[in-house]
Every structure is written in structure tokens, then in C-alpha cells.
Nanobody
Framework: QVQLVESGGGLVQPGGSLRLSCAAS????????MGWYRQAPGKQRELVAI???????NYKDSVKGRFTISRDNAKNTVYLQMNSLKPEDTAVYYC??????????????WGQGTQVTVSS
């Protein structure tokens, strides 16, 4: 069983910064892509940023140039550095990981979510 534990959310003023972390633990053979999603009240969950095991990244257009995703494969941890935050970034942020099983097959795991609120 694999678990993802997120940290780093909170309340920040517009223009401020936050850094989210997500650590995977448990019976891990291999982690492929890791990503961050968010869900604002009344809206669908959307992809914010994703990073492959090789370090290739992709971002939602509205966060390009402001957010940076990175990962430490030795620690099974993914980060999301969020700068120049805007009120529209307010949401619950979820960590996601795609993993391989030792004996074949793939599965994904979600974190419990961490609240990010951007407000003055």
C-alpha cells in the first residue's frame, strides 16, 4: 500500500509564495509521473503541473512562469513552488502519483489534499 502525504498549504496574500510538498511512502517499486491538481469550490479538479521520472514537466497555462514543479526521486517527494499567487489560485491542492508494481501493472494514488487560500 502506498500513501501520499502533503504539506505546505495555508493562507497567503496576493503576490505571495507557498511551497507544497508531497512525500510517498509504503511499498514502492517505481514511481513514474507525479503531479499536482487543484479543485476550487464548485469547480472540477484540474491538472496544475506534472513531472515525469526523467524530469520532463508540463503546466496549466495560467500558472506557467509562476509555479515550478520538481521532485527528489531519492526521497519519493514532489514539490510545487508557487510564486506571485493570485486569488484565483485558491483551491484544495492534491498530489497524485502513477506507480508501477514489482510484478507488473500500474496504479495511481492521491493525497488527502491541502488548502491554499490567497486573500488579503
Amino acid at each position: 500500500q502506498v500513501q501520499l502525504v502533503e504539506s505546505g498549504g495555508g493562507l497567503v496574500q496576493p503576490g505571495g509564495s507557498l511551497r507544497l510538498s508531497c512525500a510517498a511512502s509504503g511499498s514502492i517499486f517505481k514511481i513514474n509521473a507525479m503531479g499536482w491538481y487543484r479543485q476550487a469550490p464548485g469547480k472540477q479538479r484540474e491538472l496544475v503541473a506534472i513531472i515525469t521520472s526523467g524530469g520532463t514537466t508540463n503546466y496549466k497555462d495560467s500558472v506557467k512562469g509562476r509555479f515550478t514543479i520538481s521532485r527528489d526521486n531519492a526521497k519519493n517527494t514532489v514539490y510545487l513552488q508557487m510564486n506571485s499567487l493570485k486569488p484565483e489560485d485558491t483551491a484544495v491542492y492534491y498530489c497524485n502519483a502513477h506507480l508501477e508494481r514489482l510484478r507488473g501493472g500500474y496504479f495511481e494514488v492521491w493525497g488527502q489534499g491541502t488548502q491554499v487560500t490567497v486573500s488579503s
